[in-house]
């Protein structure tokens, strides 16, 4: 690619000047507002002359900067596309939705947009009710770290049974799945809350989480990832039962660097290794991943709670 030239350097310092946001700024660039426009055609793109060594300097630098920011975007837009294409390939082998999460206990109805507007205000005060609230995304977070935990340990890839695997995982998870029961909800990949029919048929009750979740989890922690990927901090909140479009700095900056962790390239290998342990035969035919039985679990699972199907609004997930 060419350089710029000298002339082109001068229209970009021009442009520059005259669009910047700051009303003040635009005019302190042509030496006050006493005769701005005609101190505007004395600029060196209007005279023919060349731009000073620290005016090119500085449009140097800045143009380096957006070309660093634009490299980001580029990397961020290819992750992107990967997680949709996985997600788009996986959702014509399955009819089973995918997107769910299993809480501790019963969420309240949703709230209407008023509700959520003064709950905003509310929990960026502070105070004993917003420290309940956001027990919703220490919950989320306290998952995220057991999943990223067990997927680094390799344990999920020991000796190739699935039954094996399961077992390791509710040992990991114990402190996570202890109480008598459960609750499973859907998601709504588009907003990533747990989706409550008015017709009362959501959640569905685990009365053996110990059994039941540790086979869900390799599923449910897909769209764990896709909600650190897509929403960051306030996805988490929001999957595990927080209701806000974003929440309290104070709350970001608790969780930010697990969820930064689970977002990074490098830890999205061990993330995923809890669905990747596979079943063997004796001959050492692969038979059936860990992932895959976990979605013969739900299947089964909401056949049996669920005959009439999913209620409208979720997507299935993929990723």
């Known amino acids: 690619v060419s350089s710029p030239s000298d002339e ?34 004395e600029h060196p793109f209007f005279q023919g002359r060349d731009l000073d060594a620290a005016t090119l300097e500085e449009i140097k630098q800045q143009t380096a900067r957006i070309l660093e920011i634009g490299e980001e975007q ?13 997600g788009i390939f996986e959702a014509t082998e399955v009819t089973t939705p995918t997107a769910f999460v299993v809480l501790r206990e019963k969420l309240p109805p949703p709230p209407t947009m008023r509700e959520r507007a003064e709950l905003q205000e509310l929990l960026a005060s502070g105070g004993e009710i917003a ?22 340990s390799g344990a999920a890839d020991s000796d190739g049974n699935s039954d094996s695997v399961f077992e390791k995982i509710r040992e990991a998870f114990s402190s996570l799945v202890s109480g008598p029961a459960m609750y499973l909800y859907l998601l709504d990949e588009l907003t990533g809350e747990p989706v409550i029919p008015a017709d009362g048929s959501y959640p569905i009750t685990i009365s053996t989480p110990a059994a039941l979740v540790p086979r869900l989890l390799p599923l449910m922690q897909v769209g764990m990832r896709a ?4 929403h960051g901090v306030s996805g988490v909140a929001r999957m595990f ?66 005959p009439a199907g999913a209620p409208a609004g979720p997507r299935r997930g993929g990723g």
């Open 241 to 306: 039962g927080c209701p806000l479009p974003a929440v309290p700095q104070s709350w970001r900056e608790g969780a930010q660097t697990t969820v930064e962790l689970l977002k990074q390239e490098s830890s999205a290998e061990a993330f995923g290794s809890v669905h990747r342990a596979a079943m063997r035969t004796d001959d050492g035919e692969q038979r059936v991943t860990v992932r895959g039985e976990s979605l013969r679990q739900l299947s089964g699972f909401l056949r049996e709670f669920d």
């Open 227 to 230: 909600m650190c990927v897509y």
């Open 8 to 41: 082109q350097r001068c229209a970009a310092d021009l442009i520059r000047k005259l669009l910047d946001p700051s009303a003040a700024e635009r005019v302190a660039h042509f030496g006050g507002a006493d005769g701005a426009m005609m101190r505007v055609m």
């Open 131 to 152: 420290d309940q609230w956001k027990g919703h995304l220490d919950e989320g977070i306290e998952w995220l770290q057991g999943l990223r935990a067990f997927g680094s």
């Open 74 to 86: 580029r990397t961020e837009l290819a992750r992107t596309r990967e997680i949709l294409l996985k």
